[in-house]
């Protein structure tokens, strides 16, 4: 089992460019998760899909958009990337809504300029 | 507003002490708290405290809810340079919400 993958593992974009960053489980959970990871910040929920199909804002969703394309596959999508999106991406998954542990990628360091 | 504040936001220690992170947490309906380790890359899970499992332990690490201080702490002792990271509390209700963390340094 590869677990959580994410693509790509860095990214320079300029100001105004667009990405689209991809996260796959193959563990056959039913949760994905997207969150930003800024020095001081903790980590902050961007979106969630809770379940195939659905999929919820969290905390800080303004610029962002995601597809939960199948079971396995949840991408975040960055249409005009701004300065203020510079920051490490982890995608992570669980089993159910209900689980407790998840398990994230290994992350995607995104620096706009 | 949910939300959980962990304490210090970073530590230095010296191989061999003992360590005392901090975690307390204002939810509206608690179903668990969560400690992970993040090293360099992505969290990785270390325990799980509920209303029924309160203590947990593993090796050097141990961690306590304290439901009526609705806080956590996790001790780390005769630590080793391989605990340096940082330390993060999660709350599992309805929402996931992580603390910022705590950043540890061990040195040699």
């Known amino acids: 089992n590869a677990g959580v993958t994410q693509t790509p593992k860095f990214q320079v974009l300029k100001t105004g460019q667009s990405m689209t960053l991809q996260c796959a489980q193959d563990m056959n959970h039913n949760s994905m998760y997207w969150y930003r990871q800024d020095p001081g910040m903790g980590l902050r929920l961007i979106y969630y899909?809770?379940?195939?199909?659905?999929?919820d804002k969290g905390e800080v969703p303004n610029g962002y958009n995601v597809s939960r394309l199948n079971k396995r596959e949840f991408s975040l999508r960055l249409e005009s990337a701004a300065p203020s999106q510079t920051s490490v991406y982890f995608c992570?998954?669980?089993?159910?809504?209900?689980?407790?542990?998840?398990?994230f990628g290994p992350g995607t360091r995104l620096t706009v300029t | 507003e949910d939300k959980v504040v962990q304490s210090p936001l970073s530590l230095v220690v010296h191989e061999g002490d003992t360590v005392t992170l901090n975690c307390s947490y204002e939810?509206?309906?608690?179903?668990?708290l969560l400690w992970y380790k993040q090293e360099k890359k992505a969290p990785t899970f270390l325990f799980m405290l509920?209303?029924?499992?309160i203590e947990k332990k593993s090796g050097r690490l141990s961690s306590i809810l304290d439901k009526k201080e609705l806080s956590s702490i996790l001790n780390i002792t005769a630590t080793q340079t391989g605990d340096s990271a940082i330390y993060l509390c999660?709350?599992?209700?309805?929402?996931?919400?992580f603390g910022k963390g705590t950043r540890l340094h061990i040195l040699p």
């Open positions: 899909s809770a379940s195939e199909g659905t999929t």
């Open positions: 509920t209303s029924s499992g």
């Open positions: 939810v509206t309906n608690f179903r668990s």
């Open positions: 992570a998954s669980l089993r159910d809504f209900r689980s407790y542990e998840q398990y």
């Open positions: 999660v709350n599992r209700d309805d929402k996931i919400i």
